[in-house]
C-alpha cells in the first residue's frame, strides 16, 4: 500500500497545456486526477465499455454530453455511461481540477468522434 498524490503518481500531458495524474491504473477501475487550463480541452470522444464519473475539485468544468451541456463546479460530479458522446472543456479563466473515475479502464477504450 502506497500513499499517492500529484508528485508520486505516473502523470502525463494531453491536448494543450492539459495534464494528468493516475492515482489508480487497474484494468478494472481507473482514478486520474487532470488539470484543463483557461480555453483548453478535448475533442469529442466516446468510451465503448467504460462507464465514468467526472468530479470537480477545484474550478468549474463544462461537460458537453450528447445534446446538453453541463457546468460543474467544486463538489459537483456527472456521470457517463458507456457509448455516450463527450468532451470537456474548460470556458472559464481559472485552471479546473478534476478527477475522473472509470470502470473498467479506459485505456484503448477511446473512439474520437472529430
Given at each position: 500500500?502506497?500513499i499517492?498524490?500529484?508528485?508520486?503518481a505516473?502523470?502525463?500531458?494531453?491536448?494543450?497545456?492539459c495534464?494528468?495524474?493516475?492515482?489508480?491504473?487497474?484494468?478494472?477501475?481507473?482514478?486520474?486526477?487532470?488539470?484543463?487550463?483557461?480555453?483548453?480541452?478535448?475533442?469529442?470522444?466516446l468510451?465503448?465499455?467504460?462507464?465514468?464519473?467526472?468530479?470537480?475539485?477545484?474550478?468549474?468544468?463544462?461537460?458537453?454530453?450528447?445534446?446538453?451541456?453541463?457546468?460543474?463546479?467544486?463538489?459537483?460530479?456527472?456521470?457517463?455511461?458507456?457509448?455516450?458522446?463527450?468532451?470537456v472543456?474548460?470556458?472559464?479563466?481559472?485552471?479546473?481540477?478534476f478527477?475522473?473515475?472509470?470502470?473498467?479502464?479506459?485505456?484503448?477504450?477511446?473512439?474520437?468522434?472529430?
Amino acid at each position: 500500500m502506497t500513499i499517492v498524490s500529484r508528485t508520486t503518481a505516473e502523470r502525463y500531458t494531453w491536448g494543450v497545456a492539459c495534464e494528468g495524474w493516475r492515482h489508480l491504473d487497474c484494468r478494472d477501475l481507473t482514478v486520474i486526477e487532470e488539470r484543463i487550463p483557461p480555453g483548453a480541452g478535448e475533442v469529442r470522444h466516446l468510451h465503448r465499455n467504460a462507464r465514468q464519473l467526472f468530479f470537480v475539485l477545484n474550478g468549474a468544468l463544462t461537460i458537453e454530453k450528447a445534446d446538453a451541456t453541463f457546468v460543474l463546479n467544486a463538489g459537483d460530479s456527472l456521470e457517463m455511461e458507456p457509448g455516450v458522446p463527450h468532451q470537456v472543456l474548460n470556458t472559464s479563466k481559472a485552471d479546473v481540477y478534476f478527477l475522473v473515475v472509470s470502470a473498467p479502464s479506459t485505456r484503448d477504450d477511446r473512439t474520437n468522434l472529430t
